[in-house]
């Protein structure tokens, strides 16, 4: 296995590829093909108010081998070219190429911050990025595509219950409160996600898996608050499924005991 980092050259040639040129080749050589791209570990990803890390991979074959390559990720409505945002990796991927086949590994940065177009500054950047994956094979034949496949980067939700009073008899009916919140970009603060529906999910002791109790309504400021008749010992939640632009969240579960 052969690890290689090219130079200036390889710089240049992404410099090419960004306004969709390959480089002039004397005669042909053996093309780079991308055969597959991977984001997170195919999750959505999730950005709180701190920056989050995470990898990204780029597959390909050149029967030279594969030289360089690096994945980008941009948001916008329409082309590359007229994107209003983009998050990478500030160096070429890591490579490793024990053949024709090789792949490709970037580390990308992602921070809330106001005022730059290499991050989340707007929250109205939640939502759908485009992936754009670039390869090279050590002949320094391109290989790429400014929309390969879409990932989603979401505003982190946390959310947080509790079940009063506890412990409880059989019949009683007890209340679960709790509060539904997600990152603001802009603000760099978690503020309350309201008119949202949060399931309310109980596991009871010795069972397996929690069930659904039913939906609860976020009020202002992402404030839940439902009661339930106790039946047994065991364990209440929420729990809220990810929508457009906010990631999935459970809460940890509080135990109400039978008395």
């Known amino acids: 296995m052969r690890v290689r980092a090219f130079t200036a050259a390889l710089s240049g040639a992404l410099a090419f590829c960004a306004f969709g040129v390959a480089p002039a080749q004397a005669s042909p050589v053996s093309p780079t093909t991308i055969t597959a791209v991977t984001v997170n570990g195919g999750q959505p990803i999730a950005v709180g108010t701190t920056t989050k890390t995470i990898s990204a991979a780029v597959l390909g074959t050149n029967d030279s081998g594969i030289g360089a390559g690096t994945v980008l990720l941009w948001h916008g409505a329409t082309d590359y070219a007229h994107r209003d945002a983009t998050l990478s990796d500030p160096n070429l991927g890591v490579c ?77 009916t007890i209340n679960v409160s709790g509060r539904l919140v997600r990152a603001d970009w802009e603000t760099g603060a978690y503020a309350g996600y309201a008119n949202r529906p949060v399931q309310l999910q109980f596991h009871k002791t010795g069972s397996t898996g929690f069930v659904t109790l039913k939906t609860v309504t976020t009020g ?29 969240v459970q809460s940890v579960e509080d135990v109400v005991n039978v008395g």
């Open 220 to 248: 202002s400021d992402g404030v839940l608050n439902t009661t339930v008749k106790v039946s047994a010992n065991g364990s209440y939640r929420f729990a809220f499924t990810a929508d457009a632009t906010t990631s999935a």
């Open 96 to 172: 490793f190429s024990p053949g024709a086949f090789g792949y490709c590994t970037s580390t990308i940065g992602i921070t809330p911050a106001l005022d730059s177009d290499r991050a989340l500054y707007s929250n109205s950047l939640a939502g759908t990025w485009k992936v754009a994956p670039f390869l090279w094979g050590a002949n320094h034949q391109p290989g790429y595509s400014y929309q390969y496949s879409t990932v989603q980067v979401l505003r982190q939700a946390k959310l947080s219950a509790d079940a009063a009073p506890e412990p409880a008899y059989v019949g009683q």
